[in-house]
């Protein structure tokens, strides 16, 4: 009784394809760890739609196809996946301002709300001042019976661990 592996809007009425990322040149990974700092100040330039892209790619992404399952990027207890991606996008070069969902099986993003939600993120998002300021705030959820129905109350745990270890990776990516 476990709900699909993938949720999807396919009546979301704007579809934005990703496409493979172009990964730009990083550092390596020590030096990564030994310099990654928590910023809470953004640039007043849009972010572009790649950059995006391979934030989201490190945090969600597709790495191998196991046939009945598929991995990610980052972990996940059981590989069931229940971590869920919403944007809230504000100033992203190739995007309209508004709500977007992560589909991860077809690598789009899907606008579920196409308008100005600056305002409204700010305050669902705790009036934490950095939310304006920010291109865009992602909103990371829980399909919890993806995991509850092989885990049952150690779900809630395990959901904990997930969504940690993709916003420790979309973290280390943005650095």
Known sequence: SRPETY????????????GEPEFPPAPDLWTTLRTRRSKRNFLP????????N???W???GITADMGSYQLRTSPSAGALYPVETYLIVNHVSGLQPGLY?????????EGLKIENLREDGHRALRGQTMTLQAPVNLI?????????AKY???????????SGAAGENFLLAAH
Not at 7 to 18: K, T
């Open 101 to 109: 969902h992560l589909d991860v099986k077809d690598w789009t993003l």
């Open 45 to 52: 330039d849009a972010l572009e739609l790649n950059e995006l």
């Open 152 to 162: 049952y109350e150690r779900a809630y745990r395990y959901v904990w661990w997930d």
């Open 58 to 60: 490190a945090s969600q």
């Open 140 to 148: 990371w959820t829980a399909v919890m019976d993806r995991c509850r």
């Open 7 to 18: 949720l999807q809007y396919p009546e979301a009425p704007v579809r934005v394809p990703l």
């Open 54 to 56: 391979v934030l989201l």
